[in-house]
């Protein structure tokens, strides 16, 4: 019994010890574990679509939807009056900045009051064209010259008119075809692009409006913005496609206007070098080819063209500015708020307010010199 009860104390021990080693195994690879994933933090799992919804999602152009927020989420913003006699004078915050320069046809994206890529873009063109240091912000240099000559906003008036010309938006082609228009879906979305501003601003400015239930007479707050009456056509175009925004200039190369503009997904699918405007189209209908759309199985099964009316929410907006380069233009789009952050086809997509403007500038032969 001594040498059985003295084997299994030896037994015990070095099963104590094996125990032992296996804990402190375990909870240094929990630690390792926890160090891991901190470091390479779990990405989401794609969610499956049911099959209806690829088919749709397949058949439509890629439009993304500002995501809007319950009004009582949003921070209002208030904007006190400033009487005349306060004006000319220089911005004081980004807001006031996107609106200056958009008064100068210098446009920082959707007025949204944020300082974001296209703002600072906007900012370094104005700098350019006062031969100041191209910083992008708004430094001391650039307050002085960035002044606002008029007050910050303006009221609206919602119109019968306006109500009228509200309707759903067909989520096919084959629906699209069938609209007598593809106008705008709701006063939100006609008041922001009026305005050129995001629909979140907008929002931010009527803290109080239930937008599902405007009527007319219904009087909003928008940035009071108008681009300056051209004096003359612009010589030339310059569209930048690292940086994703286009220049008009005149004769003596003064800006005339600066744009973001969206481009082509595809590297192969974007031209460089110098092309020429060859057909200028206010308010264009749009033809759907199947042979440009192989990634729809609706106009695959379809196997023809759609012809497209009319309207803001038409694939190429309000404007159509022709290329030399086969299917190849400059034209609005459907969601202003998307450009330059999303990517087209192939062609130059600009907001709507922006096609629109550049139609005032182009002539047939003009030429469009576009960069890397």
């Not at 100068?104 to 890529?117: H, N, Q």
């Not at 023809?304 to 038409?314: D, F, T």
């Amino acid at each position: 019994m001594p040498i059985l009860k003295k084997s299994y104390s030896r037994r015990r021990s070095r099963f104590g010890d094996f125990l032992a080693v296996v804990l402190l195994a375990a909870a240094v690879g929990a630690g390792v574990r926890f160090w891991w994933h901190q470091k390479h933090p779990a990405k989401p799992k794609p969610v499956a679509l049911a099959p209806a919804a690829i088919a749709i999602a397949a058949t439509v152009p890629t439009v993304i939807a500002p995501s809007v927020p319950p009004a009582e989420k949003l921070k209002p913003i208030m904007v006190a009056p400033q009487p005349p006699a306060n004006f000319p004078r220089p911005v004081r915050d980004v807001l006031e900045a996107q609106v200056a320069l958009a008064r100068r046809a210098i446009s920082p994206g959707s007025i949204d009051a944020a300082i974001g890529s296209q703002t600072r873009a906007a900012i370094a063109a104005f700098q350019r064209s006062q031969k100041l240091f191209e910083s992008g912000a708004l430094d001391t240099n650039t307050r002085p010259l960035l002044t606002l000559a008029a007050p910050l906003l303006t009221s609206y008036s919602v119109t019968t008119n306006d109500l009228s010309r509200l309707q759903p938006i067909g989520k096919t082609w084959l629906a699209k075809s069938q609209q007598s228009a593809l106008d705008f879906e709701t006063i939100l979305e006609l008041v922001a692009e009026k305005a050129h501003a995001h629909p979140l601003l907008i929002q931010k400015l009527n803290p109080d409006v239930i937008w599902k239930n405007i009527s007319a007479g219904a009087v909003l707050k928008i940035p009071d913005v108008n681009y300056p009456e051209p004096d003359d056509k612009a010589a030339f175009v310059v569209i930048h496609l690292s940086e994703k925004f286009m220049e008009a200039f005149d004769a003596e190369t003064n800006l005339l206007a600066h744009f973001p503009c969206s481009i082509a997904a595809r590297v192969e699918k974007r031209p460089v070098g110098e092309l020429h405007v060859i057909v200028i189209a206010p308010n264009p209908n749009y033809t759907v080819n199947p042979e440009l759309f192989p990634e729809s199985a609706e106009l695959q099964a379809l196997g023809h063209k759609l012809i497209l009316p009319p309207g803001p929410n038409n694939p190429v907006g309000v404007a159509w500015i022709g290329l030399d380069k086969p299917g190849y233009g400059m034209h609005g789009t459907p969601a202003p708020e998307q450009v330059g952050r999303t990517e087209s086809h192939g062609c130059f997509r600009l907001a709507n307010w922006d096609a629109e403007y550049l139609l005032k500038l182009v002539w047939v032969g003009m030429p469009v010199e576009v960069e890397p």
